[in-house]
């Protein structure tokens, strides 16, 4: 089990890397680009997209912990239960960031005709919606465990 748990964490890197690169990129365009009237409306999507990293990343690191966990045996724990509900309340934020970044996002796909910008934020909303529904439903099912675990343990 602990080389599929090392594989898992090393694809949690890689999965970072990229949102970590874009992220790189757009604050290099924030300030070497020449400012222009388009400029304005790219601020406060860049804004969005940089407080969507910060529960992004914890999810990372929770899901890193999860594996950590399962690492140790601990797969069933309060402290597995703690993780998915962080990992929950994370994916959660990042989409409530991105349904509050539509209206935005529209603007700007209807000043440039880009309508794949408003694509490419749909799937990451549906995509953290899924989940953050994937979370729960494993909280769920892991909550229902330790207590079906307890009262086995309490009939022993």
């Known amino acids: 089990m602990k080389r599929e748990t090392?594989?898992?964490k090393v694809a949690v890197v890689i999965i970072g890397l990229p949102i970590?690169?874009?992220l790189s990129y757009l604050a290099y365009d924030l300030i070497f680009v020449p400012k222009t009237k388009a400029f304005l409306l790219f601020i406060p999507m860049v804004a969005?997209?940089?407080?969507?990293a910060?529960?992004?990343?914890?999810a990372l690191f929770q899901t890193t912990k999860l594996l950590s966990y399962i690492d140790q045996q601990l797969a069933f724990?309060?402290?597995s239960v703690e993780a998915l509900k962080k990992i929950k309340h994370c994916a959660i934020a990042i989409s409530v960031l991105f349904i509050v970044?539509?209206?935005l996002l529209?603007?700007?796909a209807d000043i440039d005709d880009a309508p794949g910008i408003m694509l490419f934020s749909l799937i990451i909303?549906?995509?953290s919606i899924v989940i953050a529904v994937f979370a729960a439903v494993l909280q769920k099912l892991l909550t229902h465990a330790l207590v079906f675990k307890a009262e086995n343990d309490l009939t022993i």
């Open 77 to 79: 724990s309060n402290l």
């Open 6 to 8: 090392i594989f898992l």
């Open 106 to 108: 529209f603007r700007i």
């Open 101 to 103: 970044d539509l209206p």
């Open 48 to 52: 969005v997209m940089y407080l969507s």
């Open 20 to 22: 970590a690169a874009v």
């Open 54 to 58: 910060i529960p992004y990343f914890i």
């Open 125 to 127: 909303i549906f995509a």
